[in-house]
């Protein structure tokens, strides 16, 4: 039950890192090329926001005690679109959302993705994320205290 969850929130994990890091780093850049205050302009602090919330859920599964999968699912999927982007970058291009239909929040997105990958940061990100799933104590369940069991014992638990 414990890596069911732990691959529900490398899902979530992924979604975070691809579309709010993606909408928050093209509105960042939007606002330093403009010379925008971010004190005045509340996308922009949005944006600040956002990356805070992704860093903070991305170190939280780096060093909390979850499945490991919740770290794989986003490293796979990170890498795997470096390599497809180092193999070819049409290809990798063609799978951001594009397009008349697509939302505008969700294009700039996908502006700021390709802009995080072809920097090299989802490589970055799909490295470190990578790294919890090779320590086998993270494969492991917690082991449980001597003294938690003889109290459940004494209590019928």
């Known amino acids: 039950m414990r890596h ?10 992924a979604a975070a890192l691809l579309l709010g890091g993606g909408w928050a780093s093209q509105e960042l850049v939007r606002g ?13 602090l949005i944006a600040v926001g956002a990356m805070a919330v992704v860093g903070l859920l991305l170190g939280l599964v780096l060093v909390g005690r979850v499945s490991p999968l919740a770290t794989f699912v986003p490293s796979m999927a990170l890498l795997a ?4 982007y180092v193999l070819d970058v049409s290809r990798a291009a063609s799978l951001v959302p594009t397009g008349p ?13 390709l802009m995080l990958l072809s920097t090299g940061v989802y ?14 104590s993270r494969w492991a369940r917690p082991e449980r205290d001597e003294e938690e069991e003889e109290y459940e014992e004494s209590y019928g638990f």
């Open 123 to 136: 490589a970055l990100l799909g490295v470190a994320l990578f790294l919890p799933v090779l320590m086998p």
């Open 81 to 84: 679109w470096t390599v497809v």
């Open 4 to 13: 069911f969850f732990g691959l529900l929130l490398g899902v979530v994990v």
């Open 32 to 44: 330093a090329a403009q010379i925008v205050d971010p004190a005045k302009d509340t996308r922009m």
């Open 101 to 113: 239909s697509v939302q505008a929040e969700l294009l700039q997105a996908g502006r700021g993705m």
